[in-house]
């Protein structure tokens, strides 16, 4: 019997209904590591610096330095008004070393991808922002993993899909903000978001 308590995933799917891209990541790190109650929550993490740097040229533009947090409702706001969807992998998951690691998480129940993209119909482009998400997706849907910053094509629930691969926003992913960033503006160029 696994020792090891099951966590369920703490937060809802944000889901625009005007979305037309479905961000998946893996699962979030422990709490204790959050500095606000959103997606991507741990301050050292670079996802909404990429996402500054993306949409308004300015990689601290969402953050909140003297507060040690990020500016949650401007990124719920420009998530919105872009119609970018976020959500995770994995619903259920065992933590086997008690960290964010993606490579010591156990995924104990995946999430109904098609369950939410019935929920956003003007979604066709999916980005997996880790390998953890990236092997769900080619597992299960048989999508092969492109090339970084490139697309595969799918069909999933009948729908036409892209699947993207970007540079993952963990520190530990040895690549820079800026080159990060660029991945992120050209996906984002070509789904027409910007």
Partial sequence: ????????????????PNARLLMLGSFPPPRKRWCMDFFYPNRSNMMWEIFGSVFYGDSQRLVDAPNKTFRMEDIKALLTERGIAIYDTACAVR?????????????????????????????????????KSFSVLTEDYGVPVPAMGIYNNFTLAGRPMRLWRMPSSSRAYPMKLEDKATHYHKMMIKIGIL
């Fill in 95 to 131: 933590r086997l070393s008690g960290n964010a690691s993606d490579k010591d998480l156990e995924i104990v129940e995946k999430t109904d991808i098609p369950l939410l993209l019935s929920q956003i119909p003007h979604c066709r482009d999916i980005v997996c922002t880790g390998q």
């Fill in 1 to 16: 019997m696994n020792a090891i308590a099951i966590e369920r995933h703490p937060l809802q799917p944000f889901l625009p």
